[in-house]
T-cell receptor, first 115, second 109 residues
Framework: ETGVTQTPRHLVMGMTNKKSLKCEQH?????MYWYKQSAKKPLELMFV???????ENNSVPSRFSPECPNSSHLFLHLHTLQPEDSALYLC??????????????FGQGTRLTVV | QKEVEQNSGPLSVPEGAIASLNCTYS??????FFWYRQYSGKSPELIMS????GDKEDGRFTAQLNKASQYVSLLIRDSQPSDSATYLC?????????FGTGTRLQVFP
């Protein structure tokens, strides 16, 4: 089983739908992240959780709502999305948030299409 | 000014050649630097990390860091077609991992 697992791998949703992305890490890490990857743009950090507490919200619209029930699981709840929100959403984990030698390990991502 | 800057490419090199990928960053206080490889449709995969000035070698990969010039590079020796991917430079800045847009490398037989 891979270290960081994301489901679903692909998601198509209408602008009025509500859906959730799930991430699970099996590495014993204390920090988890959501990144957005759009074509021709760098990976954009959305949220950072350290020991289940949100430590960073990078000016993300409220239609994206994260949830971290424990240090192994991270969710991204989606509602009333726009077509420009279509992207690859990547979950990552690292040993500690904010430690300068930490390395991030990524899940396979969820390819989201908003129609 | 972009925080982490890379040439988007594509960088095309023949099989067996050395591929040189470059990255510059804006925050002089950055302390740790990473190279990720991302195949099309896949997630980024860590291939190298470097924390101090100089060279760090791992197999066919060599990372080079020059903090005075705010420059980090990745050399791939004996390039193979399987090295064809997008290479992302990432810099740890102010408790965040900031990525460049990536350089697409194409290795042709």
């Amino acid at each position: 089983e891979t270290g960081v697992t994301q489901t679903p791998r692909h998601l198509v949703m209408g602008m009025t739908n509500k859906k959730s992305l799930k991430c699970e890490q099996h590495l014993g890490h204390n920090a988890m992240y959501w990144y957005k990857q759009s074509a021709k743009k760098p990976l954009e950090l959305m949220f950072v959780y350290s020991l289940e507490e949100r430590v960073e919200n990078n000016s993300v619209p409220s239609r994206f709502s994260p949830e971290c029930p424990n240090s192994s699981h991270l969710f991204l709840h989606l509602h009333t999305l726009q077509p420009e929100d279509s992207a690859l959403y990547l979950c990552a984990s690292s040993q500690e948030a904010g430690v300068w030698t930490t390395e991030a390990f990524f899940g396979q991502g969820t390819r989201l299409t908003v129609v | 000014q972009k925080e982490v800057e890379q040439n988007s490419g594509p960088l095309s090199v023949p099989e067996g050649a050395i591929a040189s990928l470059n990255c510059t960053y804006s925050d002089r206080g950055s302390q740790s630097f990473f190279w990720y490889r991302q195949y099309s449709g896949k997630s980024p995969e860590l291939i190298m990390s470097i924390y101090s000035n100089g060279d760090k070698e791992d197999g066919r990969f060599t990372a080079q860091l020059n903090k005075a010039s705010q420059y980090v590079s990745l050399l791939i020796r004996d390039s193979q077609p399987s090295d064809s991917a997008t290479y992302l430079c990432a810099v740890h800045q102010a408790d965040k991992l900031i990525f460049g847009t990536g350089t697409r490398l194409q290795v042709f037989p």
